[in-house]
Nanobody
Framework: QLQASGGGLVQAGGSLRLSCVLSGRSFSSYAMGWFRQAPGKEREFVAAVGWLGGIQYGTSVQGRFDISRTNANSTVYLEMNSLKPEDTAVYHC????????????????WGQGTEVTVSS
């Protein structure tokens, strides 16, 4: 089970940190990722971190967002900086054994999402 939190309302240029806890699985064996979906738009890859620590970012967030993981807490984080109104979306965390599967959006496990709203 994946439980995401940390969403909210923030002004453009601000920062937020999302968290996602994986329970019932061996967190250290899973690649973790974040996707987002804005109203009327397709789901978009945001970031992924492999169980060995390899990291990939979507092009629209490269240089502004930072993904990290803490195996001791079974938690993956998404630090979002320099937020823009176009970052407004519901953010979902996901988990799979393979980082490539995570990046493709076909992860075995998905969280319920946390909403991020960036005002201009």
């Amino acid at each position: 089970q994946l439980q995401a939190s940390g969403g909210g309302l923030v002004q453009a240029g601000g920062s937020l940190r999302l968290s996602c806890v994986l329970s019932g699985r061996s967190f250290s064996s899973y690649a973790m990722g974040w996707f987002r979906q804005a109203p009327g738009k397709e789901r978009e890859f945001v970031a992924a971190v492999g169980w060995l620590g390899g990291i990939q970012y979507g092009t629209s967030v490269q240089g502004r967002f930072d993904i990290s993981r803490t195996n001791a807490n079974s938690t993956v984080y998404l630090e979002m900086n320099s937020l823009k109104p176009e970052d407004t979306a519901v953010y979902h965390c996901c988990a799979d054994r393979s980082i490539n599967t995570v990046k493709r959006g076909t992860s075995a496990y998905w969280g319920q999402g946390t909403e991020v709203t960036v005002s201009s």
